[in-house]
């Protein structure tokens, strides 16, 4: 799988049943995390929340970001959110990609690389 997949193109949200009816859609399905672009009232207030997850799919060998139905990119404020919305939809495996938040290594992973 391609490290750092970017997306190409777009495809709406109601078309992922056709596509996956086609056996079009490969490999798994990609949580990304990003800054938010689509602003809103709820979870979207963007100086709370600046970052959000969506997700690419692998249709016809290219990465797809996906859209919602009235053209926007889809974003979800949660990971388990977006969880629940790719089991709806009939995907049981998906990849994560967080290129924004920093992640300290762990106590015991100092020590492992210390020993080596």
């Known amino acids: 799988m391609n490290d750092a997949p970017l997306p190409t193109f777009t495809i709406r949200q109601n078309d992922l049943a056709i596509l996956a009816a086609e056996n079009r859609i490969g490999d798994y399905p990609v949580a990304v ?3 938010r672009e689509v602003v809103s009232g709820g979870f979207a207030n963007q100086s709370a929340h600046p970052n959000t997850w969506t997700v690419y799919f692998l249709v016809d060998g290219q990465w797809a ?3 919602s139905t009235r053209g926007l990119r889809r974003e979800w404020s949660s990971l388990d959110r977006l969880e629940k919305w790719l089991r709806s939809c009939g995907f049981r495996f ?3 990609r967080n290129d924004i938040d920093f992640v300290e290594p762990q106590a015991e992973d100092t020590a492992e690389e210390e020993a080596v």
Do not use: I
């Open 94 to 96: 998906f990849w994560v």
């Open 33 to 35: 995390r990003t800054a």
């Open 65 to 67: 970001l996906v859209e």
